[in-house]
Each structure stands twice: as structure tokens, then as C-alpha cells.
């Protein structure tokens, strides 16, 4: 893939501005800025929510396992121990 160097860059903004206009360049560079700030931040918040979903798959399995264990636990407790009498 190509490097984009400086020269470059300033051959894209020339002719950004030769088919845009003085005027409507900051228009479109805002836009341009915007949208990509809201992807990321959609990103982000996607990731974050996913993280967050599955910490709560996680959690609510691990409390059904420990109130498994605790009712076998008690279980166990309640039955009588086999010996000799």
C-alpha cells in the first residue's frame, strides 16, 4: 500500500478546493468530522455495551453455579451420615 506523504496531501486539498469552493470547504471538512467522530464513538459504545452483556452472562451464570452449590451444600447437611449404631 502506498504511503500518503505531504505532498500528496496537498494535491488532494487543492483539489478539494478547486471543486468545492472556499466556502463550502470548512462545511464539508466539519461534516467530514463529524461523521467520523460519531463512527468512532459508535464503536466504542458498541464494544463497551458488548463487554457489558457479556459480564452479565458471566455474573448471572456464576450466581445460578453458586446457588447450586450452596443447595447441595445444605442438602448434604440435612442427610444423615451413614455409621454404625
Same mark, same amino acid.
Given at each position: 500500500m502506498p504511503n500518503i506523504g505531504p505532498m500528496e496531501l496537498i494535491v488532494v486539498l487543492i483539489i478539494a478546493l478547486l471543486v468545492l469552493g472556499p466556502r463550502k %470547504?470548512?462545511?464539508v471538512g466539519r461534516s467530514?468530522?463529524?461523521g467520523i467522530r460519531e463512527f468512532r464513538h459508535s464503536l466504542r459504545s458498541d464494544t463497551h455495551e458488548g463487554e457489558a452483556v457479556e459480564l452479565r452472562e458471566e455474573l448471572s451464570a456464576a450466581?445460578? %453455579?453458586g446457588s447450586r452449590?450452596?443447595?447441595r451444600r445444605s442438602h448434604a447437611a440435612t442427610r444423615p451420615?451413614?455409621?454404625?449404631a
Open positions: %470547504l470548512p462545511e467530514l468530522g463529524r450466581e445460578q %453455579l452449590t450452596s443447595e451420615q451413614g455409621g454404625g
